[in-house]
């Protein structure tokens, strides 16, 4: 049973990380850009760096919950 609630939470943990990856920065790009476009004194950068940082820490979290 542990086996299989490790298998599950890798395999969310791989769903979440293409959505974001995907279609979360698009959307996320489009609408701050249109935000940021109406406001002279705002400027945005896109980073997907902190994205890809946060990566290694769920998969961690999602085979360490399951052991405990």
Not at 9 to 14: A, K, Q, S
């Amino acid at each position: 049973m542990k086996t299989v609630i490790l298998g599950k939470g890798l395999w969310y943990t791989v769903i979440t990380v293409i959505i974001t990856l995907t279609m979360g920065s698009l959307i996320t790009y489009g609408i701050v850009t249109e935000i940021a476009y109406q406001m002279w004194f705002f400027t945005y950068y896109f980073m997907i760096t902190p994205v890809l940082i946060c990566i290694p820490d769920l998969i961690l979290m999602s085979i360490i919950i399951p052991i405990i």
